[in-house]
């Protein structure tokens, strides 16, 4: 590491020390939180073994799923190795409880990229506006359930007289995205989610909550459910996997939608009670117990990163100083080159394929040339070191993950050494 640089990052470190203070206080609670669970549960070692074939009483599966419910203080979750990723288990949610004639609101304005052609939205150029002629197969819309968005304010808070007037009775689930994915909005905090689940309780008492929880466990020391939410869902390939779990997706929240997501799962009438661990247990207990010290590595990754882009005179979203609810970072650099210096210095920082250079490429769903960096021991792992950006201003990468905070410290001398001898 050349010597201005770790001094720079060194300096950094130092006066972050009450950051530092306050994660590791927060790391602390959900450790306990986890290891309450396991010993209330009883975990003992044959509950790692795996079962097969349909997987009726897998004994590992019922303490996994044991287990994430007490974490999120809920009566249900289906925690599955085939459930292949966040958008697997959002989907599942969606498809479970909606039906047609339904109407499905969020509340925090376009969702996820990838769920766009679950709800049957085809976005055109302009990303805030969608094209409601064209739909996707098999989508919510070609179901004949309805979609609607009330979007954020400027300041990234929920617009509540938008949401009492968007909210009607055809209204069956309302999204909350609680990270901010892959934009520059802030990501929503569980006091902020509090605020909105009391707020449409007292409109409709029906309506089902539904958070996407994506990149946000562990951040905060409370979960949606006990903020008010019905239902999550999330990727164990992200923050609850804790970089150990090498698939999988969860969803937590009231027994009757669990099962309903499950009987789209398996099939009506089956639903929960086949699928078999097939020893996926094991890594899924095992990632759960260090995810709370994992999440809290990324985020301190994330910070520095944060402050070092900060102190060289880049905007930074969110700044160093700011309150967290999910683990990406991102930086506005100043031009194309400089994504791609940015991300190749975290390729090359990387334990798996350091030897590779991304390259821009067309990405199918995007306008523009998206640049992903990533050696990860899991396949599109984001709970492990990885940035994306695509190539167009506000020359923005979106950086997450990090399994150990002295990796992305490291990772981050890479990073600059590219930008300074450009
Ligand atoms: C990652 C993510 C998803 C989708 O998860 P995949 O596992 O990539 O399918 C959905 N929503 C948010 C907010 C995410 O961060």
Known sequence: M????????????????????????????????????????????????????????????????????????????????????????????????????????????????????????????????????VSTPGSLRDLGVKYSQVELLPNGGFDFPAIERAIHKETKMILIQRSRGYTLRPALSIAQIEEACRFIRELNKEVIIFVDNCYGEFVEKREPIEAGADLIA???????????????GYIAGRSDLVELAAYRWTAPGVGSEIGPSLGFSRSFLQGLFL?????????????????????????????????????????????????????HGIQAASPIDSHVAPEPWAMPGYNDPVIMAAGTFTQGSSIELSCDAPIRPPY???????????YVRLALSYVLERLHNN
């Open 2 to 133: 050349k010597r201005d640089i770790k001094q720079l990052i060194d300096r950094c470190d130092k006066e972050l020390q009450p950051v530092w203070n306050r994660l590791e206080e927060i790391s602390l609670f959900n450790h306990e939180k986890v290891l309450n669970a396991f010993q209330q549960y009883r975990l003992s070692s044959f509950h790692l073994q795996g079962g097969t074939g349909y997987g009726y009483d897998d004994l590992g599966r019922e303490a996994v799923e044991s287990i994430y419910s007490n974490i999120f203080r809920t009566d249900a979750a289906l925690v599955r190795p085939q459930i292949i990723s966040g958008t697997h288990a959002i989907s599942l949610c969606l498809f479970g409880v909606l039906r047609p004639g339904d109407n499905l609101l969020s509340i925090c304005g376009k969702p996820y990229d990838t769920l766009d052609k679950i709800i049957g939205l085809k976005y055109e150029n302009d990303q805030d506006s969608y094209d409601s002629s």
């Open 234 to 248: 999330g990727s164990l390939i992200k923050n609850i996997g804790g970089g150990i779990a090498p698939t999988g």
């Open 291 to 343: 995810a709370p010290m994992i999440v809290s590595e990324a985020l301190k990754g994330a910070i520095l990163t944060a402050k070092v882009f900060e102190t060289l005179g880049y905007d930074v979203f969110p700044a160093s100083d700011a309150q967290r609810s999910d683990i990406v970072q991102s930086v506005i650099l100043r031009s194309p080159k400089e994504i791609i210096d940015f991300c």
């Open 396 to 406: 923005t990468v979106y950086m997450q993950g990090g399994l150990s905070s002295n």
